[in-house]
């Protein structure tokens, strides 16, 4: 008898066991409607013995229910590649990973995309990092503006309880369902 692996699956355990650092909201504007979009920007690490180690962002824009607004996201990302990070992150930069996630979303009301940005010094350095630098190169490449970054806990690592969901969940944007969860530290 043949096993099957079933890869969505394996992607979901994945991210659910990711060391999460922070979230941070943002706004877009949307080429295709007047308005903008609300987003989370999800933040984990991963620290090699050596020190170094990478980033892992996911973005999560909240499309309203209009799926006719998905279109207009990929090119935006285009815009984040190897060759633009380098050139302003410095020589601490390695490599960036893209990481398809959209083709396992079910729904197209939401556009995910996640990045994975390699460094080699990341360990206790990730607060200074994200702040002074990836943020703002982020905003500048992908034209968004970033509120402050919420972190998780004061000791990278530590886990972070999802026991508690406001009762009137249903009713919040994501942005606002993201605030609303509890922080350690």
């Known amino acids: 008898m043949e096993e099957s692996y079933d890869i969505t699956q394996s992607l979901f355990s994945a991210k659910a066991s990711e060391n999460m650092l922070a979230f941070v909201g943002f706004n877009a504007s949307d080429p295709a ?30 499309l309203e229910g209009d799926a006719s607004r998905y279109s207009a996201w990929p090119a935006r990302f285009r815009r984040v590649d190897q060759e633009a990070l380098a050139a302003r992150l410095g020589p601490g930069f390695e490599m960036l990973i893209e990481v398809p996630l959209n083709p396992f979303a079910e729904s197209k009301q939401f556009y995910i995309e996640e990045l994975n940005l390699y460094f080699q010094r990341l360990a206790g350095q990730e607060q200074r990092l994200l702040e002074d630098r990836v943020i703002p190169v982020l905003s500048q490449l992908l034209d968004f503006t970033f509120d402050p970054i919420d972190w998780l806990a004061e ?16 009713k919040l944007s994501l942005q606002q369902r993201i605030k609303r969860l509890p922080k350690r530290g």
């Not at 308005?35 to 020190?51: C, D, M, N, Q, S």
């Open 33 to 62: 409607a007047m308005e903008g979009i609300e987003g989370v920007l999800k933040i984990a690490a991963f620290t090699r013995p050596e020190g170094g180690g990478y980033l892992t962002l996911t973005f999560i824009l909240d």
């Open 155 to 170: 000791t990278p690592g530590d886990p972070w309880p999802f026991d508690i969901e406001p009762p009137d969940w249903t």
